[in-house]
């Protein structure tokens, strides 16, 4: 299991699993992160926090615990 914290920066990856609940497993939906979509790290800041994806045609940062809710292949 791989999540998209672990990610390198200027990989494609694809949705496996999310695997928050309640509120932040929704924001998480909310911004477009469903399972099977594709997913394009842009960056990861020096200290990780936050992550720079493409989803769905537009720019997002996620935080590092976010990041660590979403399982990818």
């Known amino acids: 299991m791989k999540t998209l914290r672990e990610v ?3 990989q494609n990856v694809r949705v496996r699993k999310l695997s928050g609940t309640g509120p932040v497993k929704r924001r998480i939906m909310d911004m477009g992160i469903t399972k099977g979509v594709e997913i394009f790290v ?20 996620l935080r ?10």
């Open 42 to 61: 842009r960056k990861v800041a020096p200290l990780g926090d936050p992550v720079e994806v493409t989803v769905r045609g537009y720019e997002l940062s």
């Open 64 to 73: 590092k615990a976010d990041a660590e809710m979403i399982e990818v292949e």
């Open 8 to 10: 390198a920066c200027g």
